[in-house]
């Protein structure tokens, strides 16, 4: 789960991610584009990653959109049959195509 503080009311709000290990970093991708909980964590700026009765605090940082498409493809590995629905071409396209036009 990802817990983070809103902007506006300071209370903590959780929802379920599903969280990118990806050479020794890890990502989260806003699968739905604007969802309330990227709003939080950007005027925030950290939150927590919350397992079971264990919680640990995290910084977060957006990623240009050159990286955003390696991140994509390697994130769609895992959950793609999840996710694809919100990714239409994107997610057949490879990581050398034009990372302006997957990204988002």
Known sequence: MLRVRG????ERRSGPI?????????????????????????VAGEGELVLGRTSAPIAM????APDEAEILHAYLQPWGAEVSAFFGEAKDAS??????????
């Not at 020794?24 to 939080?40: C, D, F, M, S």
């Not at 940082?61 to 240009?64: D, H, I, T, V, W």
């Not at 990581?95 to 988002?104: F, G, V």
């Open 7 to 10: 902007p506006h009311s300071k």
């Open 61 to 64: 940082k957006e990623l240009a």
């Open 18 to 42: 599903d969280l990118l290990a990806l050479g020794g970093q890890r990502y989260l991708v806003a699968v739905r584009g604007e969802a309330k909980w990227l709003g939080n964590i950007r």
């Open 95 to 104: 990581p050398d195509e034009d990372p302006q036009r997957i990204a988002p």
